[in-house]
């Protein structure tokens, strides 16, 4: 429940971000970590205290809104690198519980990061954001050495050309 209750917060500081122009495209660094994302728009930082895997964790989420589509990197980082798996698939399953959403869909995407060793696993879901409104959310969720991450999209309808910006933008430093 206190899982739900973080995803819940993310995607409310999600909704609640704004930036313009839409999709002037800048690189920026994930917190304390290897990872450099693309956003389209500067984004905003929060940190809270979850509890994800048994454990209470840091997480960090850089964020941003433009256009209708909101982009997040969740960042956490474990005491125990082998927790990464359960971690990545609990954090995963509490986003898509978060927004009520059904079974979520795989989705086959050539990633620029698998040339980097990490192996993300990346999905689909319909749901509805905090206030009621539907959504569809884009997520991938991948370590590299300690850190877990969650790179999200969120809007009504997912624009291709944002989600293909988006994540084969993201890189470790």
């Given amino acids: 429940m206190r899982l739900a209750n973080a995803a819940l917060f993310i995607l409310t500081l ?19 970590t290897p990872l450099a994302a693309l956003f ?5 930082r929060a940190t809270r205290a979850v509890p ?4 209470s964790l840091e997480l960090h989420m850089t ?7 909101t982009l997040a990197i969740g ?3 474990l005491d125990d690198a082998g927790r990464a798996g359960a971690t990545m698939a609990q954090w995963r399953d509490a986003t ?13 995407f050539a990633f620029a990061l ?10 689909r879901a319909t749901g509805t954001r905090p206030n009621g409104t539907p959504v569809a959310m884009q997520g991938a969720w991948f370590f590299k050495d300690q850190h877990v991450f969650a ?9 291709p050309e944002v989600a293909d910006t988006f994540f084969n933008g993201l890189r470790f430093q």
């Fill in 40 to 44: 389209p728009c500067k984004p905003k």
């Fill in 114 to 123: 698998a040339k980097q060793g990490a192996k993300p696993v990346l999905i």
């Fill in 151 to 159: 790179a999200l999209l969120y809007a009504e309808t997912l624009p």
């Fill in 75 to 77: 960042s956490v980082r």
């Fill in 96 to 108: 898509v519980a978060a927004m009520r959403a059904g079974p979520p869909t795989p989705v086959d």
């Fill in 52 to 55: 994800i895997d048994g454990q």
């Fill in 63 to 69: 964020a941003c809104d433009t256009a209708g589509v």
């Fill in 14 to 32: 999600l909704s609640s971000t704004a930036c313009a122009p839409a999709f002037n495209w800048r690189e920026a660094s994930i917190d304390a």
